[in-house]
């Protein structure tokens, strides 16, 4: 037995118990040997009930807890089914929420991650586009310098030979 379905079961036990000592309290100089048998049989009833309707609980706990360790560890496509109507069906659909809402967050940031990734790469072709032009314009150009220096040394050969 869990510690949760121990921690559920004992206050159910308790409430039950000391409901039925309040009967006896009120009634006790008409009990009989009889009434006796009577309220062993309900005390190991309210203590069966009790331990049932802890393992009741503990087992929907538990089924939320397992599937919340999934989540946290990156299964986002774990979810919770249970089969109840009461506060702990409303946190599984809580949990379910807000699995399906962290899926689509994964979801958006990975096609944000893939545009930036995109755009990325288009600015960068076109820096690379514009570094190679510039390149062959200093290349054309130093070209150009070379030609000039070289007949500008051959005008100075020339008027010095003069």
Not at 55 to 68: R, Y
Not at 123 to 138: C, F, G, H, R
């Amino acid at each position: 037995m869990s510690k949760l379905t121990i921690k559920i079961a004992i206050p159910v036990i308790l409430v039950g118990i000391f409901a039925i000592l309040a009967f006896v309290s009120i009634s006790y100089q008409n009990i009989d040997k009889s009434f006796y048998v009577t309220i062993l049989l309900i005390v190991v009833f309210v203590f069966f009930s009790g331990i049932a309707i802890g393992q009741s609980i503990s087992k929907h706990v538990k089924k939320i807890l397992s599937k919340a360790v999934e989540l946290s560890q990156g299964n986002l496509s774990s979810r919770v089914d249970l089969d109840t109507k009461d506060e702990l069906a409303e946190l599984a659909k809580t949990f379910n929420k807000i699995a399906e809402d962290l899926k689509e967050s994964r979801v958006q940031k990975e096609d944000i991650e893939r545009s930036i990734g995109i755009k990325v790469k288009a600015k960068t072709n076109d820096l690379e586009e514009i570094i190679n032009a510039l390149e062959q314009k200093v290349k054309n150009r130093t070209i150009e310098l070379e030609r000039l220096i070289e007949e500008s040394n051959k005008l100075k050969e020339i008027s010095n030979n003069k």
